[in-house]
């Protein structure tokens, strides 16, 4: 733990840029990695998914304005971004990870959605065919942690990586 705090104290704000974009690219890389092998997402895991489709050019954004040789005047506003953003992914996370344990009710989304039947027979057919991915069924643990709240721990350390990077990124500007 100590070299790890060591490590943060020393990078720059180009490093710390990197180290974002490669933990959320591998976030989402495991997400579809994971319903390729057959791990279909709920609703829920689908909208956690839509900060990293932001987060992931804004931290490459900010990689590229970091690693200019002068910084750039929008750099701690690009790390502010990030942090938004993957706060807001954590919040999600930890959301979802409730449903999940089952400490509040999920969204009645998380039931399937039916195309209006023409008849009887067509709407039986429809309910056979459904494939209903729940919410509040994780559909793996690993360490006792599913998806959701290993989302809400990523996101965390990505926002928390950005406010660093934010600062360091002041702290250039102002010559510190």
Same mark, same amino acid.
């Given at each position: ?18 180290? +974002?974009?490669?933990?959320?690219? $591998?976030?989402? /890389?495991?997400?579809?990695? &994971?319903?390729?092998?057959? #791990? ?11 900060? #990293? ?16 040789? $002068? ?22 996370? %930890? ?9 509040? =009710?999920? =969204? ?18 429809? /309910?056979?065919?459904?494939?209903? %991915?729940?919410? *509040? ?18 996101? &965390? ?6 406010? +660093?990077?934010?600062?360091?990124? *002041?702290? $250039?500007?102002?010559? %510190?």
């Amino acid at each position: 733990m100590k070299n790890l705090s060591a490590a943060i104290r020393s990078a720059t704000a180009a490093q710390i840029a990197a180290v +974002i974009l490669a933990l959320a690219l $591998a976030s989402i /890389l495991a997400a579809w990695t &994971f319903e390729a092998f057959g #791990y279909l997402p709920c609703e829920l895991c689908l909208k956690q998914r839509i900060p #990293y489709y932001a987060g992931v050019p804004l931290a490459a954004l900010t990689l590229w304005l970091a690693a200019r040789p $002068a910084g750039h005047p929008a750099l701690p506003a690009a790390f502010l971004g990030l942090a938004l953003i993957f706060y807001a992914s954590m919040a999600l996370g %930890v959301y979802h990870a409730g449903v999940e344990w089952g400490y509040w =009710p999920g =969204p009645t989304g998380c039931t399937g959605r039916m195309q209006t039947a023409a008849s009887p027979a067509e709407f039986m057919k429809q /309910l056979q065919q459904a494939r209903v %991915v729940r919410c *509040d069924e994780p559909a793996i643990r690993v360490m006792g942690l599913s998806m959701a709240g290993m989302n809400a721990i990523v996101s &965390f350390l990505i926002a928390a990586l950005a406010v +660093i990077g934010s600062r360091r990124a *002041d702290g $250039a500007k102002a010559g %510190v």
